[in-house]
Structures are given as structure tokens and as C-alpha cells.
């Protein structure tokens, strides 16, 4: 028998790796390249004949699709033809009454419309195109995660399954057992968002080009990121789909209630920005009689509904018992453990019910990625911290009505940069039922309000096939109506009021006065709004003078007339006093005949973020790490400094820049000039050249 030497193992060892790596199978990635993007696809074609080009982007951004081994693209990338790309968790799908209540609460039952002809395209985590209410409406779409024409929802044979597009798209236009907003729509899907629902910038982008292609007439995006800026790559992309004239709707995101919260792309500023509203709800809390203490709930999508006779018993998870006896509610603290584990080992150790406490200020929105047996909710730092104090209070299950309120979890404005009011507008969007693969589900979120603001475009779309992306976003604004005791940072123009925009003779354009961020002791701000007749008789507007507060003092004109589809340009004015603002922000409505116009002045109070949303992570193709952040404002410096999270010792400062200009900051970073593996407090510290500062904490994770 003959035996291997050393030296021929070692050779064999390498010629086998070699091969290995010769014979990787393909994979396929969207690229953001510099130049012409056809030009470059050519050249890679001549330079890598086995590469295989499926897709050419230059109408949203300049990109190309390939399909090519690993180190092909490893060498592709090292050629300076392709720009930075961007990580694949930029964006998250961002996620209960009935959709058949939802529905007749904002679209009157004798409306004439049901959207037919009109092509909406849903860029989500795909569509069960096989689903009863879906199956009729559904008319293609593609996927531009596995880069083919099939945009089916992740499937568990794939990874983390997905239902989100789904959901979306049933309340865009279900039309079976349930009814859509718009019916006899179009649906088309494409699926940007893979497995578990994450996805990167590219991919949207790609995503929203293809569906301008494809000839869209509306695009839904339920999707979105943390960064407050205007000028992101996917909040530049749609406002170019804007122009190309397709009318794009999307969520405003879930972080509220604070202000700033608001994340691209719904910081573009033609895109219709939607925040999340109370359709009639019955809302459940907990009660205990004795402290006459009522505890808020938020209750986790994929859990059951909280529906309890007997009273529950309070146990803190720092000192209950393994085994809970009957009618327990177990209380954990937020941590790094899933909620889906969280909840499985509640129900094992005999819980009843789980209450998540928030580890910040606040209440959080959350999801179950397997089905479980016990109710799950998310509640306050404070009520958690009360609990745990009170230990054994029993808890009564009770419920409120609630309609026409803004939900909490919903993102507020202003955006930075602009100072622009976000969101616009505001639609149902908690505890909405709707399609998901395999049946019904019950979702929160303002992905669930954009759907509903998508539909009611269709609808206009079929009443004026003519009117324009920004004729159908202004028809929106001028029509909606505020929601009483909030404000425009909130809610914008107020809710969604179809009847009135089906119905309205008056369009006015730029209706929301961004009067911005004023320094001086006084200064004069002006705003100019179109008004258009758009009935066959003259009508006359008049502008009610508002109260006159010392800060802040309007000059409105006087009453005009305008002929019969005639359109007039008008100049609102306002004087401010930054040295007598009493609050950060001055916000309201000014009344023009009866149509509201959300106005929003920034004193010096007001203290925007300058700087968010850092991103880390290590990129395969060139093998180094990449960070990328939003500065708000031209910086001075901008310093990242690593912190042990368990002891705050401090390891190394990662970045330091001079000279910052405000948009986005990215940079790379070698494997040698990082701590070693593990996870990291990174604090950022901006400097701006006004003077100020400004810090922020997250966390990072390197991977060497």
C-alpha cells in the first residue's frame, strides 16, 4: 500500500483548495457602478467572458447585475469600476381591526372607483401570487434577489420566511374573500427584500427601476432605514421615479413617538410620506385596581390576541420559579435573546402570558418568527421597573376604544437638512388584517398605512388618469384632515379623507410651509404655494388671519378669485423672533376657506440630530470593512471611539475625519487597524464648524 508523503499531502491539499475555489459555484450581485453603466457591462463581458451580465440600471441609479463566480467578482471589484456598495441590513421591512373595517373606514361604500387599469407595483419581500384574494389581481413582477421573474414570498426551505409583501399588497388590492382599498388594481411585485425581510440599498434602487420600466403607474415601498436625510441614495432614487411619473408612496417607519425618527426614503421630498393612524380599534391594557395602575401593551405580530377572563398573576423573570403555577404572566427585560426564544420559553416554564420590558425609554414594536401559544406584549422601561417592585399585583385584562389617534410606534418629522414636515399624511395602520401566505395575519405599522394611502392612489389614478405624480400628491394634501390634539410634525396634513379628494374643485400645491431654522434675532420667511380651480366655476378663497403669537407673526394676502381652471401663485410671509421662542418647535395650520396648511418653524431651541445610522460591516468582494454614517451639518470632526460594553473601558479610537461635509461619510478600514473579534459600544462625536456637538452610541460587531 503506498502512503503519502508530507510534501505530497501539502501539494495535494492545495491543488484540491485550488480547485475548490476554480469551481465555487456562481452567485448573483447588484454592483452601483462609475461611469456608463452599458460601458462598463461591456467591458466586463470582454475582460470575463464568463461572466454573465443580467441586468443593466440607468434610469434610478447607474448599476449592473452579473452573475459570476466569487473570485471573479473578488477581481471585478479591485478594477475601480465599481463604487462603494452598501450592506445587506440597510433596509428592514417595516411592520390588530380587520382589513374589511379598515377599508370602509376611509373608502365610502358607494365609491365608483376600484382602481381598474391602474398598475401598482409592490417593492417588498414578494407576493404569494398563489393566494385566493391575490391570484386574480396579481399580474408579475421580479425578483431582484434571485434575479429571476419569480417574486415569490421567502420560503423556511429558503431561510427566515417572509410574509410582509404579502400583507401589503393584500390591502393595496385583495380582491376574494377580502376586499383591497382598490380591487380590480394591477399588482406586480418585486421582491428587494429576502430572507427575514433585510435587504440593501442596490437592491431597492434596482428594484425601483425595474418597476418604472415595467411602466408603473403607483410604486409601495413598506420599507425603510433609520437615517433622517434627505439626500440618501434610495431617497434620491424615488424622487427620480417621480419624475419619470409614477406616483410613489412610502411608510414613514416605526421608531416614534420622538421627533427626527422619520428614516429615507420617506425623507424624499416628491414622494408621498405616510405615518400610521387608529382605525376603530379595541385596544387591550392591563389594570391593577389597587394602584389604579394601567399598564399599555403592545402587542408582538405572530403572537395570539390578548383575550383573558381571569385575572393574571405577576411574575418578575428575576425571581419567578422555572415551573409558573396557572394564570401567570411572566415579565422579562428587553436583551440580546429573540423574542420568538423568549416566548417559547415562557410558555414551556407554564406562562400564561409575556410582557417584554423595553431596555430604553419608550415602547418597541416587535415580531414572533414561529408560531406560539401565549399571548405576547411589549411594555414601557417604567411599567417593567413597576412590575418588578410589585411583584404578584394581579393584572385585570381590559380594553379602550380608540379611533383617530397617531400610533405611537409611528415615525415623526421633521428631516433634517430640509427641516421638511414628515410624514405628509397619515392612514390606518394599527392591528390591520390582511393576506399572508397561507391565510390571514394581523400587523402594526405605518407599512400597513402606506398600502392604504397606495390603494386610494389607484383609485384617484382611475378618476384622473391624467393627473400627474405631484397633481395626485397635492389633490391628497389639500383634502386630508388633521387629527385633532396633534401636531403637523405628527401627522402632517392629517388623515386621508378620499370622498374629499374625489369631490374637491381646489388643488393647492406646496401646502406645507417649511419656514426652517431661523438664527437670527429676526428674520422674515417666505413660502410660495400654487392654488388651482380646477371646477368649471370662479371661485373665491380667503385666508383667516391666524392668532398672532410675539415669536412668530404672519402677513397673508387678501382674498382672490380664480377662473375657471385658472392656477395663481401666492406668497405667504411670516416674521420670527428666535429670542422670544418659548418651545423648539412652532407648529400648526394656517385656514384657507376650509383646507388646513401645516406650517413648522424650527426656533434655536430646537436641537436636530447631527449625525445617525452608522453602518459596519465587512464586505467579501475587497475583504475589508466599511462604515458609513449621515452628518447633518459640515463638521469640524467627526471621531468614532470603541468601548468594551460590559466594563465602558476604552479600546481604540476606529475613526477620526477633519473637515466633514454634511451627506454621507463612509471609509474602509483593514482587518489590522481593528480590536479583535467581538462586540463594541461605538461612540460617535461630531463637531460641527457653528460650534456645537454632538454624541451618539451603538453598538458594532467585528467578525476577524
Known amino acids: 500500500m503506498y502512503t503519502l508523503s508530507l510534501k505530497e499531502c501539502t501539494y495535494m491539499i492545495l491543488l484540491l483548495l485550488m480547485l475548490i475555489s476554480a469551481f465555487q459555484d456562481p452567485v448573483s450581485v447588484i454592483m452601483e457602478v462609475e461611469g456608463d453603466p452599458h460601458q462598463v457591462a461591456e467591458q466586463i463581458e470582454a475582460d470575463h467572458p464568463r461572466v454573465e451580465i443580467l441586468a443593466v440600471y440607468d434610469t434610478i441609479f447607474n448599476g449592473i447585475a452579473i452573475k459570476a463566480e466569487p473570485r471573479t467578482l473578488t477581481q471585478i471589484e479591485k478594477t475601480g469600476l465599481v463604487k462603494q456598495n452598501y450592506p445587506v441590513t440597510t433596509y428592514q421591512a417595516t411592520k390588530t381591526e380587520s382589513l374589511n373595517q379598515s377599508v370602509p373606514f376611509i373608502v365610502p361604500e358607494d365609491t365608483p372607483y376600484t382602481g381598474k387599469g391602474v398598475k401598482v407595483g409592490v417593492i417588498d419581500t414578494g407576493i404569494d401570487y398563489t393566494h385566493p384574494d391575490l391570484q386574480k389581481n396579481y399580474q408579475g413582477g421580479f425578483d431582484l434577489v434571485d434575479f429571476d421573474k419569480d417574486p415569490m414570498e421567502t420560503t423556511p426551505e429558503q431561510g427566515i420566511p417572509t410574509t410582509h409583501g404579502s400583507h401589503v399588497a393584500g390591502i393595496i388590492a385583495a380582491n376574494g374573500r377580502m376586499k383591497g382599498v382598490a380591487p380590480d388594481a394591477q399588482i406586480f411585485g418585486y421582491r428587494a427584500l429576502g430572507p427575514g425581510g433585510s435587504g440593501s440599498s442596490v437592491q431597492v434602487m434596482a428594484a425601483i427601476e425595474q418597476a418604472v420600466k415595467d411602466g408603473m403607474d403607483v410604486l409601495n415601498l413598506s420599507l425603510g432605514n433609520t437615517i433622517n436625510g434627505p439626500d440618501w441614495p434610495t431617497s434620491v432614487a424615488v424622487n427620480r421615479a417621480t419624475e419619470q411619473g409614477v406616483t410613489v408612496v412610502i411608510a414613514g417607519g416605526n421608531t416614534g413617538p420622538d421627533p427626527w425618527t422619520i428614516g429615507s426614503p420617506a425623507t424624499a421630498e416628491s414622494v408621498i410620506s405616510v405615518g400610521a393612524s387608529t382605525p376603530p380599534t379595541e385596544v387591550p391594557y392591563l389594570y391593577e385596581p389597587f394602584f389604579r395602575k394601567k399598564i399599555e401593551l403592545l402587542p408582538l405580530q405572530g403572537a395570539p390576541a390578548w383575550s383573558f377572563e381571569r385575572d ?43 410582557l417584554i420590558a423595553n431596555n430604553e425609554d419608550g415602547i418597541f414594536q416587535g415580531a414572533l418568527e414561529q408560531a406560539v401559544n401565549i399571548p405576547v406584549a411589549a411594555i414601557t422601561k417604567e411599567a417593567g421597573a413597576w412590575l418588578k417592585q410589585e411583584k404578584g399585583v394581579l393584572l385585570q385584562m381590559e380594553t379602550s376604544q380608540v379611533v383617530d389617534t397617531i400610533a405611537d410606534f409611528s415615525s415623526r418629522g421633521p428631516v433634517t437638512v430640509t427641516w421638511s414636515i414628515k410624514p405628509e399624511i397619515v392612514a390606518p395602520g394599527a392591528n390591520i388584517l390582511s393576506t399572508v401566505p397561507g391565510g390571514y395575519a ?19 389614478k382611475e378618476a384622473h388618469p391624467d393627473w400627474t405624480p405631484a397633481q395626485i400628491k397635492a389633490a391628497l394634501l389639500t383634502t386630508a384632515d388633521p387629527l385633532e390634539g396633534f401636531l403637523p410634525t405628527e401627522q402632517g396634513a392629517g388623515k386621508v379623507d378620499l370622498q374629499e379628494v374625489l369631490a374637491t374643485d381646489t388643488i393647492i400645491y406646496h401646502s406645507l410651509y417649511n419656514i426652517g431654522r431661523k438664527n437670527p434675532v429676526l428674520d422674515r420667511s417666505e ?18 388671519q391666524p392668532y398672532q403669537q410675539q415669536a412668530i407673526r404672519f402677513y397673508l394676502p387678501k382674498s382672490f378669485t380664480l377662473k375657471p381652471y385658472e392656477k395663481k401663485e401666492i406668497t405667504l410671509e411670516a416674521t420670527v423672533k428666535n429670542h422670544l421662542a418659548e418651545e423648539a418647535f412652532i407648529q400648526g395650520y394656517l385656514l384657507l376657506n376650509d383646507y388646513k396648511l401645516p406650517y413648522l418653524w424650527l426656533t434655536e431651541k430646537a436641537e436636530a440630530p447631527m449625525a445617525m445610522g452608522l453602518e459596519f460591516y ?15 451639518e459640515d463638521a ?4 468614532i471611539d470603541l468601548y468594551k460594553p460590559d466594563t465602558y473601558e476604552f479600546v481604540q479610537t476606529m475613526v477620526e475625519r477633519k473637515d466633514v461635509p454634511k451627506g454621507v461619510l463612509k471609509g474602509v478600514l483593514n482587518g489590522n487597524e481593528l480590536p479583535e473579534a467581538g462586540t463594541y459600544i461605538a461612540n460617535i462625536s461630531v463637531s460641527a464648524e457653528s460650534g456645537e456637538s454632538f454624541q451618539y452610541q451603538t453598538m458594532i460587531m467585528v467578525e476577524k
Open 442 to 460: 394581523s400587523y402594526n405599522g405605518t407599512s400597513m398605512a402606506a398600502p392604504h394611502i397606495a390603494g386610494v392612489v389607484a383609485l384617484i
Open 312 to 354: 393574571l398573576q405577576v411574575a418578575h423573570n428575576d425571581t419567578a420559579p422555572k415551573e409558573l403555577a396557572a394564570d401567570h404572566v411572566l415579565v422579562v427585560d428587553r436583551g440580546e435573546t429573540p423574542f420568538t426564544e423568549l416566548a417559547k420559553e415562557a410558555e414551556a416554564r407554564g406562562a400564561t402570558a409575556l
Open 636 to 639: 469640524s470632526d467627526v471621531t
Open 618 to 632: 465587512f464586505e467579501l468582494l475587497d475583504g475589508d470593512y466599511h462604515y458609513q454614517l449621515y452628518v447633518v
Open 527 to 544: 413660502h410660495t404655494i400654487v392654488v388651482e380651480n380646477i371646477s368649471d366655476q370662479p371661485k373665491t378663497y380667503t385666508f383667516e
